[in-house]
């Protein structure tokens, strides 16, 4: 698991104070950034020089809690499955002042090449890394058998 601490910004909450929903997509995008940072480069390499690309074909989210202007959240990020092309990243986004979950998300992303954009087999040091953060509770054995 990877952890980002993240501060809610004044540009983050709706009339309510409370963090607008679709925010909870670009906290996750800005967890997933930083869960790549191991890599060679990070992310921005990833993307940018070797051209491979992670884009969301499928997210889920639910909301336990409301986060107010001026609180944080720590995002824990981790694997749920991991295919030949594609894997699930879990999002779990608690309060860090009281430890209540506020938002849950699941990612699945595609390994694309960004030039020709097509799915690609996704990289070894990609595959390792997700490896490296795969849920106790699942299956090596099944990390190779989905597309």
Do not use: W
């Amino acid at each position: 698991m990877v952890c980002l601490d993240r501060p809610i910004k004044f540009e983050d909450v709706d009339a309510a104070n409370i963090v607008f929903f679709a925010r909870f997509l670009n906290y996750a995008h800005e967890a997933m950034e930083q869960f790549f940072a191991p890599l060679e480069g990070g992310y921005a390499r990833l993307i940018l020089e070797r051209r491979i690309g992670l884009p969301a074909v499928r997210v889920e989210a639910d909301y336990a809690a409301p986060v107010r202007y001026g609180q944080a959240l720590r995002i824990e990020t981790s694997v749920v499955r991991i295919g030949r092309r594609s894997a699930t990243l879990r999002y779990r986004m608690h309060r860090a002042h009281d430890g209540v979950l506020s938002a849950e998300l699941r990612h699945t992303v595609v390994t694309t090449d960004l030039v020709q954009l097509v799915s690609v087999p996704m990289p070894e040091d990609v595959r390792a890394l997700l490896g490296a953060h795969l849920e106790p509770d699942q299956a090596p054995s099944s990390a190779g058998r989905r597309a």
